[in-house]
């Protein structure tokens, strides 16, 4: 192989690394159908099927209100989640493993671009949604896991009866 060749082999496999991106667009678009992936902690809801709706705040202070819920294991609920915070914010439903995993992934890619029906990515003063359906039982978290606000707190919990 001549030097050529190996230098276009290089600087091709460089440029081919990943690109994470963070933007304060929301990351779902409602027309766009949903990723139905079974979970340990549920599977994407079907809006026309929400059994309950649960408003969640977040702040700068790096708080969910409220921090705590329980849902009835089979419960479509549409988490309608508001950012009244300066800072941007997100909220990721998930196992406290998956959740632990992820906030470490976000401090070497604070930039990481999310679209998975389990999360939002909320601009300050702005409000989005998830539906979820909890079709298992246990005890599962939701975070926000941008770089520094799950390790300040900003963590909460979800009993499924």
């Known amino acids: 192989m001549n030097m050529?060749?190996?230098?276009?082999?290089?600087?091709?496999?460089?440029?081919?690394?990943?690109?994470?991106?963070?933007?304060?667009?929301?990351?779902?678009?409602?027309?766009?159908?949903?990723?139905?992936?079974?979970?340990?902690?549920?599977?994407?809801?079907d809006p026309a099927k929400t059994t309950r709706t649960i408003r969640f705040s977040m702040i700068d202070a790096m708080r969910f209100?409220?921090?705590?819920?329980?849902?009835?294991?089979?419960?479509?609920?549409?988490?309608?989640?508001?950012?009244?915070?300066k800072l941007m914010h997100e909220m990721v439903i998930g196992t406290m493993t998956d959740l632990t995993e992820h906030a470490e992934l976000m401090k070497?890619?604070?930039?990481?671009?999310?679209?998975?029906?389990?999360?939002?990515?909320?601009?300050?003063?702005?409000?989005?949604?998830i539906v979820w359906q909890f079709n298992r039982p246990g005890e599962f978290n939701f975070a926000c896991l941008i770089a520094g606000?799950?390790?300040?707190?900003?963590v909460g919990s979800i009993s499924v009866k």
């Open 108 to 129: 070497k890619h604070p930039g990481m671009e999310h679209d998975e029906p389990y999360m939002v990515h909320v601009a300050p003063g702005k409000t989005e949604t």
């Open 4 to 45: 050529f060749v190996a230098s276009a082999l290089l600087t091709a496999a460089l440029f081919a690394m990943p690109v994470y991106a963070h933007s304060d667009k929301p990351h779902k678009n409602s027309t766009t159908p949903v990723k139905a992936e079974q979970k340990p902690f549920g599977i994407a809801g």
């Open 65 to 85: 209100d409220p921090s705590k819920i329980e849902v009835k294991q089979g419960e479509t609920v549409t988490f309608v989640v508001k950012n009244n915070g």
């Open 149 to 154: 606000h799950f390790e300040a707190g900003m």
